[in-house]
C-alpha cells in the first residue's frame, strides 16, 4: 500500500506565497515522477508542473517563473512553492507520483487534494 499525504494549502492574498508539500509513505521502492495537478471548480484538471526522477522540471506557462517544484528523495516528498498568487491560482491541488513498489509494476498515486485559496 502506497499512501500520499498533502499539506500547505489555504488561503492567501493575491501577490502572496504558499509552499505544498506531498509526502509519500507505504511499500516504495522507487519513485520516478513526481507531478502537481490542480482542478478549479467547473474546469478540468490541468498540470501544473513535473519533476523527474534525475530532476529535470517541467511546467505550465501560466506558472513559469511563479512556480518552483522540488523533491527530497530521502523524506520521499515532493515541495510547490507558489510565488505571486494570483485569483486564477484558486483550485484544489493535487500531487502524482509514478511509483515502484517491491516486485510490482510502477503505478500513479494521487493525493487526496489541499485547497489554495487566492482571495483578499
Known amino acids: 500500500q502506497v499512501q500520499l499525504v498533502e499539506s500547505g494549502g489555504g488561503l492567501v492574498q493575491p501577490g502572496g506565497s504558499l509552499r505544498l508539500s506531498c509526502a509519500a509513505s507505504?511499500?516504495?521502492?522507487?519513485?520516478?515522477?513526481m507531478d502537481w495537478y490542480r482542478q478549479a471548480p467547473g474546469q478540468q484538471r490541468e498540470l501544473v508542473a513535473t519533476i523527474t526522477i534525475g530532476g529535470s522540471t517541467t511546467y505550465a506557462d501560466s506558472e513559469k517563473g511563479r512556480f518552483t517544484i522540488s523533491r527530497d528523495d530521502a523524506k520521499k516528498t515532493v515541495y510547490l512553492q507558489m510565488n505571486s498568487l494570483k485569483s486564477e491560482d484558486t483550485a484544489v491541488y493535487y500531487c502524482?507520483?509514478?511509483?515502484?513498489?517491491?516486485?510490482?509494476?510502477?503505478?500513479?498515486?494521487w493525493g487526496q487534494g489541499t485547497q489554495v485559496t487566492v482571495s483578499s
Open positions: 507505504g511499500n516504495i521502492r522507487t519513485i520516478y515522477a
Open positions: 502524482k507520483m509514478s511509483i515502484k513498489s517491491y516486485g510490482v509494476v510502477v503505478y500513479d498515486y
